[in-house]
């Protein structure tokens, strides 16, 4: 019986460790995930044991502790990423036995040399930084996401940022999960005076002078939080689950977060231009943000958002 007890770990903990390959190894293509030609790399390099090291490291100390559970009597494998830290080292087992399991894969075809992960934990083809598909996005976010409301944005799964979308166009994205009309209508009776607030806190701060006159950017003033909880009804359902759309209004937000600290940052620094182009990207990630939210506004839900 211990045998057979030590043979089902076993035969668990190999399908836990497929399990995360296949994660890892999954395609980064999506109308998410802009892809500059400036960008993009066409120089191939076999997969040598600096670059296994190398994701390795990016993988290490990535997972829960105690994050696959196996027991006798009710065997399950439980596995579930974090947030890629600020430190990374290659004394991780799990992490070592993940990329060496992949070896053969990764050796048997090539991979660009600045192949990296994103912050959710899929190996890309291409590198991975705040700017990549937008050169308008913040500077300021941190590689690993940490610093921002939602922490599972776009940015996050696909590790790029998103395009910005012209007010009241729907040409980005190409659709719109469906999301019954009773959800969205609850929701925006919810949080309709808070959006608008928002609106207006942007509209203010656009004409402030000095630094004091911005409220940080984790003030609720600006209501941003209320933001997020009315995308999460509009773009997500209990049948469509958390859906890329949700991950593009989280991004945005984020984006509004982000270049609050920013504009804050340049006022204090007296740099009226970079002030200016700070308060200017605000405005697409907030116009961008209410033309995804408008698209599920019908009249059965209620009256579209006005745009900054």
């Known amino acids: 019986m211990k045998t057979d007890a030590t043979r089902d770990r076993k035969l668990l903990a190999a399908s836990a460790v497929t399990q995360i390959v296949a994660m890892l190894l999954s395609s980064s293509a999506s109308a998410f995930v802009p892809s ?35 027991d006798d009597e009710s065997p399950v494998v439980k596995t579930k990423l974090q947030p890629i830290s600020e430190e990374f080292t290659r004394r991780s087992i799990l992490s070592i036995g993940v990329i060496g399991t992949t070896l053969s894969t ?26 990549y598909g937008n050169s308008e996005a913040s500077p300021s976010r941190a590689p690993n996401n940490s610093n921002v409301l939602f922490a599972q944005d776009n940015y996050y799964k696909f590790g790029a940022a998103a395009q910005w979308i012209e007010a009241g166009s729907t040409e980005f994205p190409k659709t719109m999960p469906f999301v019954p009309s009773q959800q969205r209508y609850d929701a925006f009776k919810k949080f309709n005076g808070r959006v608008k607030t928002s609106v207006d806190q942007i509209l203010k701060i656009g004409s402030a002078s000095s630094s004091p006159d911005v409220p940080d950017s984790d003030d609720a003033a600006y209501q941003l939080r209320a933001l997020g909880l009315l995308a999460n009804s509009f773009l997500a359902s209990e049948n469509t689950g958390t859906t890329n759309e949700l991950m593009l209004a989280r991004w945005y937000i984020n984006e509004m977060y982000l270049r609050i600290g920013d504009y804050k940052s340049a006022l204090e620094k007296g740099d009226e231009k970079e002030a200016k182009a700070c308060y200017g990207y605000l405005n697409k990630a907030m116009n961008s943000y209410l033309t995804l939210i408008n698209r599920s506004i019908s009249s059965k839900v209620g009256e579209q958002f006005s745009y900054l």
Do not use: C, M
């Open 106 to 131: 990764l050796l048997s075809s090539s991979l660009p040399a600045n192949a990296d992960f994103a912050p959710g934990g899929t190996l890309l083809d291409r590198p991975v930084y705040v700017t």
């Open 36 to 70: 500059p030609s400036s960008l993009r790399t066409t120089t191939t390099i076999e997969v040598s044991s600096t670059q296994i090291f190398h994701w390795a490291n990016r993988f290490d100390e990535r997972f829960e502790k105690q994050s696959i559970i196996l």
